[in-house]
């Protein structure tokens, strides 16, 4: 229970720490940026994020690239993302062909289709599924998945990792008026309506979808002790979600509707049952698996 609670304290100074660091943020990159502060409060978040897993490693005396998930050889590394990220872009893509098929998804007949923005916006979702794999896998099946796993072991470790990582993404930042005075305790203040998404139920299925995706990482990261399927995993996921939010539609007028998340085009029911089956897989072949090493 200690250890439990340890985590759950560093994860909310993660927060705090980040709605800090986005003023100074703010005044740095304001300059050639110029965004709306929620977005810095999110960047500055992340950042804090990697500084306090850090923190929390070295409270356990475990800082190390190794205990971030990053071992082995580069080119077994690197062979395990591209791994990953072929995994991913199946899951997706299972998942897309059955909101097509159920009348969900449309392709977007607004949209001017040419080789030059095909590979333009495949390049960009590329490069931001590996930058969200890599931040977000670093900070969940890295730092932390080390630091826990350390003082409880496994299920504990997968389930609150996986919780915690559900449960962040339902934190959002309101834009703030035009005129707003912008301190140091700005995102302070923002803090206690960021979470307002969490006394309603209409979240549970987005939510499920992305607490059962966490659990698929926890597998893969105990199943090749490294994260670098976990990243190419996620990597894959991202990109085939930007494209398909660029290139489709949700239809709105399908039987089915139901089956999607009312605050993502993609995540729901569907997206749910086929990442559990996929879990489920894993888990099995994992299980049937012999450790030969150490997981740290």
Known sequence: MRAIIIFCL??????????????????????????AFRKYLTYATLISGLIISGIYLQLYKSLSFKAFGYSGKLLKFLNSMFSGFIYG?????????????????????????????????LTKAMLAGVLIGLVEESIFRGALFTGLYK???AVITVFFSS????SVHFIRYRELPADTDISWLTGISMMP??????????????????FIFGVLLGLLRLKHRGIAACIGVHAGIVMLIKLADYFTNRTHN???????????????????????????????????????????
């Open 10 to 35: 560093f994860v909310v100074s993660a927060f705090f720490v980040g709605a800090i660091i986005a003023y100074p943020l703010k005044l740095l990159l304001d300059p050639v940026l110029e965004l």
């Open 163 to 166: 919780l915690v990582y559900s």
């Open 89 to 121: 872009i199946i899951i997706m893509l299972i998942i897309e062909m059955l909101l097509f098929f159920l009348g969900i998804h449309e392709i977007d007949t607004n949209r001017s289709i040419s080789i030059s923005l095909v590979m333009e916006r």
């Open 151 to 153: 003082q409880t072991g």
């Open 193 to 210: 309506e960021a979470f307002r998404r969490f006394h309603e139920w209409s979240i549970v299925d987005y939510f499920l979808t992305l």
């Open 254 to 296: 399908s039987n089915y509707e139901f089956l999607v998340s009312q605050y993502n085009s993609t995540f729901g029911w569907i997206s749910f049952t086929v990442i559990l089956l996929f879990t489920v897989f894993y888990f099995v072949k994992l299980r049937s698996s012999t450790p030969t090493k150490p997981m740290f």
